[in-house]
């Protein structure tokens, strides 16, 4: 069975910095692509960050980019995410999302964590 | 913001019909990309619930389909029930980065 587990929830202040973790099992990590979507509160799904599987090709949302840094690790079958110079608007759950593959076609998510919660507040 | 626009909300009796929209550009959609379908209830894990514009995952009643014309696509749920009250999102590929509806809300009265 396929789980994905984020950790890293913490309330930050405005400026600061956090890691968020998702641990992987019951699929072959280090093959799959991965991304991170967030969801603040009252609004959408939306996409953060993606990776592939050997962490040559990333891609940020232009609300995050030069401030969030994405990465794995295929031994430990870990995805994280470093979000730097937090700001109020970048509170939200956080998502680990797995893309069902590596094709041409493949650009959906097929399992999702449960989510992890940033606040970023004074 | 999002670039695929859905209505916020649709609702429907237990035993009808509802469709939700998913409205998209030249760009994602209208350029060749697959359209996705997502049901989220709160404080859970979203769901694929169908890929591909039409095709459902091993697990997901028949109840849900997708089509793709144009520039936008749809989710059909025939036979609403109680925990179809949801919500639900459409996700697609734009400027090589992924893009998700606005989400819609259904209610089943």
């Known amino acids: 069975e396929v789980q994905l587990v984020e950790s890293g929830a913490a309330l930050v202040q405005p400026g600061g910095s956090l890691r968020l973790s998702c641990a992987a099992s019951g699929f072959t990590f280090s093959n799959s692509p991965m991304s991170w979507v967030r969801q603040a509160p009252g609004k959408g799904l939306e996409w953060v960050s993606a990776i592939n599987d050997k962490s040559d090709i990333i891609k940020y949302a232009d609300s995050v980019k030069g401030r969030f840094t994405i990465s794995r690790d295929n031994s430990k079958k870990t995805l994280f995410l470093q979000l730097n110079s937090l700001r109020v608007e970048d509170t939200a759950v956080y998502y680990c999302?797995?893309?069902f593959g590596s094709g041409p076609a493949d650009y959906y998510f097929d399992h999702w964590g449960q989510g992890t919660l940033v606040t970023v507040s004074s | 913001q999002s670039v695929l626009t859905q209505p916020p909300s649709v609702s429907g009796a237990p035993g009808q019909r509802v469709t939700i929209s998913c409205t998209g550009s030249s760009s994602n959609i209208g350029a060749g990309f697959d359209v996705h379908w997502y049901q989220h209830l709160p404080g859970t894990a979203p769901k694929l619930l169908i890929y591909?514009?039409?095709n459902r995952p091993s697990g997901v009643p028949d109840r849900f389909s997708g089509s793709k014309s144009g520039t936008s696509a749809s989710l059909a749920i025939t036979g609403l029930q109680a925990e179809d009250e949801a919500d639900y999102y459409c996700q697609s590929y734009d400027s090589s980065l992924y893009v998700f509806g606005t989400g819609t809300k259904v209610t089943v009265l």
């Open positions: 999302a797995k893309r």
């Open positions: 591909g514009n039409i």
